[in-house]
């Protein structure tokens, strides 16, 4: 699979939301772009039954029991529209997303339905739906800094393939290390929904900060960001934002999806997570 990234910069500013730039390298409008074209799409690829795993690239189809804490989001925003995003399972009660799966600059979600045990989005598995989401207190819509938000849901139950994951925590960097990244976006630039509309996988590298900051800035890529090659067609797409980055050698959840180039997924630029160890006490707090 060619799971690659193209996120919205999203957040909250003292007076109300105001204007994006227009130099910006990242995709302002997550759910209007992105997510709700995206939805109806993978309704759509899911109804007609056209799933070929022979097509996906870069990656591969995951299996329920390799990935039992991710979530699929289907949000239903103000408008009435849906768009879709990825998260995680942290406890029976709590998960995790990217803060622009709940606003960006140009929408607003009313609420989350949240898919675990299952590899589709619209059939399937167990289903919560919540409207108790918490973004970070500093997540700022034109940096993307703190991109994260906490879910609280109602009871879920475990099982052989809904399970939650452990937090990264501590000091370590993590640049060079080897992960997952994991979701329902798009396979490629453009790319046909039924080559994607399956839980999809894919292992990238971490790469330093200061490497992905020559492409954002640092005014983006801050200390709270873990970043990723996407080199050789693999990396994360446009729908996969919320979803989990994942430490391939203990399973631990090293990011959450963020951000990706404006240009697209296969331009070759580094995608961006929002550091889970530099989270772990806020998100444990709200447990």
Same mark, same amino acid.
């Given at each position: 699979?060619?799971?690659?990234?193209?996120?919205?910069?999203? &957040?909250? /500013?003292?007076?109300?939301?105001?204007?994006?730039?227009?130099?910006? /390298? /990242? @995709?302002?409008?997550?759910?209007?772009?992105?997510?709700?074209?995206?939805?109806?799409?993978?309704?759509?690829?899911?109804?007609?039954?056209?799933?070929?795993? #022979?097509?996906?690239?870069?990656?591969?189809?995951?299996?329920?029991?390799?990935?039992?804490?991710?979530?699929?989001?289907? *949000?239903?925003?103000?408008?009435?529209?849906? #768009?879709?995003?990825?998260?995680?399972?942290?406890?029976?009660?709590?998960?995790?997303?990217?803060?622009?799966?709940?606003?960006?600059?140009?929408?607003?979600? $009313?609420?989350?339905?949240?898919?675990?045990?299952?590899?589709?989005?619209? %059939?399937?598995?167990?289903?919560?739906?919540?409207?108790?989401? @918490?973004?970070?207190?500093?997540?700022?819509?034109?940096?993307?800094? $703190?991109?994260?938000?906490?879910?609280?849901?109602?009871?879920?139950?475990?099982?052989?393939?809904?399970?939650? *994951?452990?937090?990264?925590?501590?000091?370590?960097?993590?640049?060079?290390?080897?992960?997952?990244? %994991?979701?329902?976006?798009?396979?490629?630039?453009?790319? #046909?929904?039924?080559?994607?509309?399956?839980?999809?996988?894919?292992?990238?590298?971490?790469?330093?900060?200061? /490497?992905?900051?020559?492409?954002?800035?640092?005014?983006?890529?801050?200390?709270?960001?873990?970043? *990723?090659?996407?080199?050789?067609?693999?990396?994360?797409?446009? &729908?996969?934002? &919320?979803?989990?980055?994942?430490?391939?050698?203990?399973? @631990?959840?090293?990011?959450?999806?963020?951000?990706?180039?404006?240009?697209?997924?296969?331009? &070759?630029?580094?995608?961006?997570?929002?550091?889970?160890? @530099?989270?772990?006490?806020?998100?444990?707090?709200?447990?």
């Amino acid at each position: 699979m060619k799971l690659l990234v193209a996120f919205a910069l999203v &957040g909250l /500013v003292a007076g109300g939301v105001i204007d994006a730039p227009a130099d910006s /390298v /990242v @995709e302002l409008d997550y759910h209007n772009k992105i997510g709700i074209p995206l939805a109806a799409r993978l309704k759509a690829a899911e109804e007609a039954l056209d799933f070929d795993g #022979s097509r996906i690239v870069g990656g591969g189809a995951a299996s329920l029991e390799q990935y039992p804490f991710i979530g699929g989001m289907l *949000i239903t925003l103000t408008t009435g529209s849906t #768009s879709v995003c990825g998260s995680s399972l942290l406890t029976n009660t709590r998960g995790v997303t990217a803060a622009h799966c709940w606003r960006t600059l140009f929408s607003q979600a $009313n609420s989350f339905t949240i898919v675990y045990g299952s590899t589709l989005l619209f %059939s399937g598995g167990t289903r919560v739906t919540t409207s108790d989401v @918490e973004p970070h207190a500093n997540y700022n819509m034109l940096t993307l800094v $703190n991109d994260i938000a906490i879910i609280r849901l109602p009871w879920v139950n475990y099982s052989n393939t809904v399970q939650p *994951i452990a937090l990264a925590s501590g000091n370590t960097d993590y640049a060079g290390t080897l992960a997952w990244a %994991s979701g329902w976006g798009l396979t490629s630039d453009g790319g #046909s929904i039924t080559t994607a509309q399956f839980l999809s996988h894919v292992q990238v590298q971490v790469i330093a900060n200061n /490497v992905c900051a020559a492409t954002y800035g640092t005014t983006t890529v801050q200390g709270t960001t873990i970043c *990723i090659a996407t080199t050789g067609g693999r990396g994360t797409c446009s &729908g996969d934002s &919320g979803g989990p980055l994942t430490n391939a050698a203990n399973n @631990e959840l090293i990011g959450v999806t963020s951000f990706g180039h404006r240009d697209g997924c296969q331009v &070759g630029h580094p995608a961006g997570f929002a550091r889970v160890s @530099e989270f772990a006490f806020w998100l444990q707090s709200r447990y």
